[in-house]
């Protein structure tokens, strides 16, 4: 063969050959993988693990990738961005480009995370090598509750700087009185405590910095008679209640948005102003005792279970975006000149005792479960312009020359008026009740309906009655205890009392005058020492009567004619008796008619309690009808005359008569006409 054509074959079996070859050789120029990715830290070596395009480099929570020298393998003639050699922050994303021989890119993203170390179990630390030693464990998950320090010995704790890896806590945290540290570095990390925080007395604590806790799942509670400094900036929410009882003077709680149960603001803090600048809702009590605050900001709270605020130097409440308060609202004496809840809609209770307060301004204010008790310096009712309903107490106690209530009110529970209301105008109001509680009512009128369907409860008057207009009929009538210093009092205008009608009353008051009184369906009862009974024009009463009086005139009962009930009257007090009893009119008693001396309890007989004066019963000649009949104790009794024209009437079985000088039976007087005592 030639020459020539034997070197031309050989040599395209050679390119045939190495043509075949390339086709199967992986590094021919496209790869762009990275197949391994290491970072040294000195004899310890940290390695990568692939998802597709995204490397992840898990480490312990203790380490910092800080001097590592990276050990990264890509494939052969590739090229990777950045260099690196060149990154000297691992613990950051970064974004490499792998490039192959042949100029086709691939991305990969480097992320890096921390793997935690979880123990589980209730942790005590009672010691500072406890400390140290449980530290070294490098512990960032604590499944279980961590107690640091004892509430009583010698052991003391000075530094948590060993538990920097601590993030979580599923339940309980407790820094008893025996930590002996000036501050809590060392929890600087710890982010989430599923049950309690307690700071428990640790007076040694100058400052409570949590600058990673966003939660608290149970109470966090801080109590220490040194803390100057809580600051908790990142915490979103409690799940229990929050009660700082320090004296601290900076306060941090700027991220805070909810608290399941009560914020307990206590102890002698020197702060004047304290904002909680995101926090909603409270889901129970917010109460402040701390005398120096001035100034109580929550700008964005909307609803809280209950409002207290102590007796102190508050100048400033601001709660503009408050609109529910479930429960109470509740604000004793502080030096404001306001208290405004621009969008407050509903409370359970308000109790306002501001007596240095001019303004109650809560315009929007619909309803009222329970009571409403306002004691201020002054009250424009407009303020309160959109109320519609009290369902239970009303209560005003403060100075107005004429008080209209707002427009919108229609019921009303009980209203009380304490005093300084000159002219009070209740036309157009359903109330149950109206009570007069206090002093100063002398220059109080009272403007009602003629016909007002509630009672009225008159007590405890310190000044003298009010004076009513209209007001002609009413429900019931009470009047308790009047301290007006010998004075007397005329109650003009009612003229039938639908219900009950009750005076009890002592001797400061000389007497009392119901001139236009004409009847009282419902049951009379007049307790009292004084001189004056005068009911000039009361004719019936529909229910029983009790009388316990020391004094009969002519215009006492001078028209009385009917008790549809018992008639329970008394004769005198101790071993004498009246001068005189007068029920000139009187005709009917529909139950007992019942005649005993002075007891301590009116409706309860005493047997020691006798009447040595009363000879007669002359006084009950014109009574024509009784349901029954009952005298005890009057030793001096000798004659029942009285009784000729109504012993027909009384039932056999009702007839009671003992312990006087002469105690006939039923068939003595109604059969033998035994009138006196035989000789």
């Not at 010691?127 to 464990?137: I, L, P, R, S, Y």
Request: charged letters at 20%.
């Amino acid at each position: 063969m030639n020459k020539n054509i034997l070197w031309g074959v050989l040599l395209f079996t050679l390119a045939f050959i190495a043509g075949c070859e390339d086709d199967d050789d992986p590094f021919v120029g496209s790869d762009n993988f990275i197949t391994s990715f290491i970072l040294q830290s000195g004899e310890t070596s940290y390695v990568a693990s692939f998802r597709g395009d995204t490397i992840l480099m898990e480490t312990p929570e203790n380490v910092a990738l800080g001097e590592v020298t990276p050990n990264i393998v890509c494939s052969e003639n590739s090229t990777i961005k950045p260099e690196p050699s060149a990154i000297t922050n691992w613990e950051e994303q970064i974004y490499f480009v792998v490039t192959s021989h042949s100029g086709e890119e691939r991305k990969y993203i480097y992320i890096p995370e921390k793997k935690g170390i979880a123990f589980e179990g209730v942790v005590v630390l009672n010691t500072q090598e406890e400390v140290d030693a449980f530290g070294a464990k490098g512990v960032s998950h604590l499944d279980g509750s961590l107690v640091i320090g004892r509430q009583g010995g010698t052991d003391t704790i000075r530094s948590l700087a060993a538990l920097v890896s601590l993030k979580s806590v599923t339940n309980d945290v407790t820094i008893n009185r025996l930590f002996a540290g000036y501050e809590l570095t060392g929890l600087d990390n710890l982010e989430e405590v599923g049950g309690k925080l307690y700071v428990n007395s640790a007076d040694s604590l100058w400052g409570v910095t949590f600058n990673k806790l966003t939660r608290v799942g149970g109470d966090l509670n801080i109590t220490s008679n040194a803390v100057s400094e809580i600051l908790c900036p990142h915490l979103e929410t409690v799940g229990g209640a929050v009660t700082l009882a320090a004296s601290f003077v900076t306060l941090d709680f700027s991220s805070l948005r909810q608290i399941s149960r009560d914020l307990n603001l206590n102890g002698k803090s020197g702060m004047t102003d304290i904002v909680f600048q995101r926090l909603e809702q409270v889901g129970g009590t917010i109460a402040t005792s701390m005398t120096s605050l001035k100034k109580l900001e929550f700008p964005v709270l909307r609803h809280c279970d209950k409002l207290t605020v102590g007796r102190g130097a508050l100048l400033l409440l601001y709660m503009p975006q408050l609109e529910e308060v479930a429960t109470e609202l509740s604000i004793a004496s502080n030096p404001l000149y306001e208290v405004s809840f621009p969008v407050l809609t509903h409370a359970g209770v308000i109790t306002l005792d501001c007596s240095q307060v001019n303004q109650f301004n809560a315009p929007l204010l619909k309803n009222v479960d329970g009571n409403l008790s306002l004691t201020l310096a002054g009250l424009n009712p407009e303020q309160l312009g959109e109320l519609e309903r009290v369902g239970e107490t009303l209560a005003l106690n403060f100075v107005s020359e004429d008080f209209k209530f707002p427009a919108k009110l229609e019921k009303l529970g009980t209203l009380v008026i304490s005093s300084g209301i000159k002219r009070l105008d209740v036309r157009g109001i359903e109330i149950d009740e109206i009570q007069f509680n206090g002093t100063g009512l002398e220059n109080t009128t009272v403007v009602g309906n003629d016909v007002f369907n509630g009672n009225f409860n008159l007590r405890n008057l310190g000044g003298y009655f009010p004076k009513l207009e209209g007001f002609k009929e009413i429900n019931a009538l009470t009047i308790g205890y009047l301290g007006m210093s010998g004075d007397a009092v005329e109650i003009a205008s009612v003229r039938k009392v639908n219900g009950n009608f009750s005076y009890w009353a002592n001797s400061n008051v000389t007497g009392i005058s119901f001139p236009d009184l004409e009847e009282v369906s419902g049951n009379f009862e007049l307790y009292s020492n004084i001189k004056e009974f005068h009911f000039l024009k009361l004719k019936t009463v529909g229910g029983s009567a009790m009388m316990s009086i020391n004094n009969y005139d002519d215009e006492t009962f001078p028209l009385l004619e009917s008790v549809g009930g018992d008639m329970t009257f008394q004769t005198g007090y101790g071993s004498y008796g009246l001068d005189k009893i007068l029920y000139p009119s009187l005709r009917t008693v529909g139950g007992v008619l019942d005649i005993r001396p002075r007891t301590p309890d009116p409706w309860a007989p005493d047997p020691s309690e006798l009447n040595n004066t009363l000879t007669n019963l002359n006084f009950l000649s014109e009574v024509e009808s009784i349901g029954g009949f009952r005298i005890e104790n009057h030793k001096a009794l000798v004659s029942y005359e009285g009784l000729k024209k109504a012993i027909s009437t009384c039932p056999s079985s009702k007839w009671t008569v003992e312990n006087n000088e002469y105690n006939p039976t039923y068939e003595q007087l109604m059969k033998e006409q035994q009138w006196t005592k035989p000789e």
